[in-house]
């Protein structure tokens, strides 16, 4: 019950454009998200706190123009946060391109939804 | 949930959503030294049959450039394997097992092009233990055991 009013709020929220919808691709978060998995994401704009150490986000690629979906292991002193990949065999992260700015956190993933099986 | 996941694919469909990527780097963590293993053999392969070749024989000098070319494409694509072992797969953690990987990664590929450079069996066979090297700290990385063997 608690995951269908969640289900509602969440793609209710998306409906009034507070939340961003990804559809994420690639191994590096498994087991948590599964290729093809659904994500909405609530914008930092809208977020009333700033990223923390075990949030699931999506931020802009450092090196690449791509948005990747990460896990924030670490917020540094200076607002940097370290990205991290679940499944680390399948993943580039912030091991290879190290901490990212703030600022690239495109925001907090709200709500996963894994394909059915 | 199933009923949510529909909604947001047949949305999907009329707009489809922005990728988040999660593994940046294609087919998410398919590596495997054979790769390299396999360029290798031929390397060693050709560097024999340049040897062989009877050079007074009809069409020698066409058979010796084919082989050359050969020889070089092959030497080009184990560097290339190895790179993207030792760029992509071993990350910076994996030092602190093998303190000497960046050693055997700069060396096996600088044996590489050696062989690439030179018609020598001898360099070819020194390449193919390098590989074998790798081919077990690969392996035991993950935890798995995976016998050496060549093709050949």
């Known amino acids: 019950m608690k995951n269908l009013l969640t289900a509602v709020v969440e793609l209710g929220a998306w409906a009034l454009r507070r939340r961003r919808r990804f559809r994420v691709t690639g191994a590096s978060m498994e087991p948590t998200i599964a290729p093809e998995t659904f994500v909405l994401v609530k914008p930092m704009d809208r977020m009333q706190r700033a990223v923390h150490a075990g949030d699931l986000v999506v931020a802009a690629h450092p090196l690449k123009s791509i948005e990747i979906c990460k896990r924030a292991a670490s917020v540094g002193a200076d607002g940097s946060v370290e990205l991290l990949s679940d499944n680390p065999d399948a993943g580039q992260d912030s091991r290879h391109f190290g901490p990212v700015a703030s600022s690239s956190i495109r925001g907090v993933v709200s709500f996963v939804l894994a394909r059915p099986s | ?152």
């Open chain 2, 1 to 152: 949930m199933t009923f949510s996941y529909r909604l947001l694919a047949a949305f999907d469909r009329v707009v489809s959503a922005p990728v988040a990527d999660a593994h940046c780097d294609g087919p998410c963590g398919v590596y495997d030294p054979s790769s390299a293993r396999i360029a290798a053999e031929a390397v060693l392969s050709m560097t024999k049959k340049i040897g062989d070749i009877d050079m007074s024989a009809p069409g020698a000098h066409n058979t010796y450039i084919r082989f050359v070319a050969i020889k070089e494409e092959q030497a080009e694509i184990t560097k290339r394997e190895l790179n993207i072992l030792w760029h992509d797969y071993f990350k910076p953690n994996h030092l602190e097992a093998y303190p000497d990987l960046h050693t055997t990664f700069w060396n096996a590929t600088k044996q590489a092009s050696a062989c690439k450079t030179a018609v020598d069996v001898g360099a070819c066979e020194e390449l193919m233990s390098q590989i074998e090297a790798i081919h077990n700290m690969f392996w035991e990385s993950k935890g798995r055991e995976v016998p050496w063997y060549t093709a050949s």
